[in-house]
């Protein structure tokens, strides 16, 4: 059973920091490309930032310089660490690990809240 648990997430004020934390069971971690998107109210769920199984980091425009993705395969977790937070990046953030050849191993967390307030 493959099991993707979110951390970190909660309340903060704006220009904060909050490192969100996921990790993996039931998956050979490292052969996945980990994920981190984000949903806010009345918005479809978009990408964050996504790590290969080589350690290629991509990020939306949004996040560039601010966020930053990493992963330690021998915890078999993903980390995104987010700083100068804005009201803009209020939502729930999802991890996603997805196998880059078999497109039907694609897992989901069940989502931490983070909400930055003015």
């Known amino acids: 059973q493959v099991q993707l648990v979110e951390s970190g997430g909660g309340l903060v004020q704006i220009g904060g920091s909050l490192r969100l934390s996921c990790t993996a069971s039931?998956?050979?971690?490292?052969?996945?490309?980990m994920g981190w998107y984000r949903q806010a109210p009345g918005k479809q769920r978009e990408l964050v930032a996504h790590?290969?199984?080589?350690?290629?980091?991509t990020y939306a425009d949004s996040v560039k310089g601010r966020f930053a993705i990493s992963r330690d395969n021998a915890k078999n977790t993903v980390y995104l660490q987010t700083n100068s937070l804005e009201v803009e990046d209020t939502a729930v953030y999802y991890c996603?690990?997805?196998?880059?050849?078999?497109?039907?191993?694609?897992?989901w967390g069940q989502g931490t809240q983070v909400t930055v307030s003015s």
């Open positions: 996603n690990a997805k196998h880059p050849s078999m497109r039907a191993w694609d897992y």
């Open positions: 039931g998956i050979t971690f490292s052969n996945y490309v």
């Open positions: 790590i290969t199984s080589g350690g290629t980091k």
